[in-house]
């Protein structure tokens, strides 16, 4: 039987994680930041419990954003794995607009998709060079998830980079009807007669192959579902630890904020200015608290294992 695995997002909710676990999927990846910042606190913490609870293995993926400071989209991924510790992670490469607001309108039919600024490849290929960069080793398997029709379509010379890491390609090879199994062996057999994905980056190493949208298992409505190319041992030697114990945080994060601080907030290494700045982050950025005390006058927040920001310049999202 082939080892599958789902990849899901906050806008997708919450499903019975167990109802996925029993018809034998893998691992669900989740969506845990992006280039504005971190997802939706109660639903990544809500989804990560659910995930773990039911025994499956644990991604994150982080869509890069050409528009935003590579820096400051590391630092969202950081948080969110020191946080959660996820079994391995994938940078999403797939944007090509300049202009989320010109994108949002050519979705909503309001203006053609020539209206929509383009970014340079060279722009596309250079901000996910740097945003894989500074999250270089956070996890042994490291993958870019990416399409053929975007690298040879907007960024071309991203082939000369493509063997650095293992590739997650989308290739929805088995069509766009939809598929919703009665049972779980219905679905072992079609996945069984999939073949290998046809559209794939130029010097692209795929180690999983995202298929389908449109398929659903018993009990769960269609949603994205990839193949990871090998077996199950194969896909614990890539994570590098095996199988994980189910993890379980061990207290949920106070809430969600934003930042306002101009030109910065300060990210300190303990709850007082003695302490050393280790990063920063820029107005509009978020991040979750796990803990407050006061020193020197204000209150702070701690956003992980060791880090701290003064909670006077930012607001709860």
Not at 19 to 25: E, K, M, R, S
Request: hydrophobic share 40%; net charge negative.
């Amino acid at each position: 039987m082939r080892v599958w695995l789902a990849d899901m997002y906050e806008g997708e909710g919450l499903i019975d994680f167990q109802a996925l676990a029993d018809a034998g999927c893998a691992g669900v990846v989740l969506k845990s930041s992006m280039g504005g910042g971190t997802s939706n606190l109660t639903w990544l913490s809500q989804a990560v419990n659910g995930v773990r609870r039911a025994g499956l293995r644990l991604g994150f993926y982080h869509w890069v954003d050409p528009t935003q400071s590579a820096t400051r989209q590391a630092g969202y991924l950081r948080q969110a794995t020191e946080r959660f510790a996820p079994d391995f992670l994938s940078l999403d490469n797939e944007q090509w607009w300049a202009s989320w607001d010109k994108f949002y309108k050519y979705r909503r039919g309001e203006i053609p998709a020539s209206q929509v600024p383009r970014l340079r490849g060279d722009v596309i290929i250079q901000s996910f060079l740097d945003t894989m960069a500074a999250v270089a080793g956070l996890r042994p398997l490291m993958m870019q998830y990416s399409a053929r029709w975007f690298q040879q379509g907007y960024c071309p010379q991203m082939s000369d980079h493509n063997p650095r890491w293992g590739g997650w390609v989308a290739s929805y090879d088995v069509g766009t009807r939809v598929r919703q199994f009665p049972t779980v062996e219905s679905f072992e057999t079609a996945l069984d007669e999939l073949n290998a994905p046809r559209y794939v980056p130029n010097n692209m190493d795929v180690w999983m192959w995202q298929f389908t949208d449109r398929w659903g298992v018993p009990g769960i409505s269609p949603m994205d579902l990839s193949v990871w190319m090998g077996d199950e041992s194969s896909l614990d030697e890539a994570i590098g630890t095996g199988a994980s114990e189910p993890y379980f945080p061990p207290y949920e994060p106070t809430e969600q904020r934003r930042s306002f601080a101009i030109p910065w907030l300060n990210v300190r290494s303990g709850p007082s200015t003695v302490y050393a700045v280790t990063r920063r982050i820029y107005p509009g950025g978020t991040f979750y608290v796990f803990e407050k005390r006061q020193g020197n006058g204000y209150e702070w927040g701690r956003i992980s294992d060791s880090e701290w920001v003064a909670l006077r310049w930012s607001v709860i999202v």
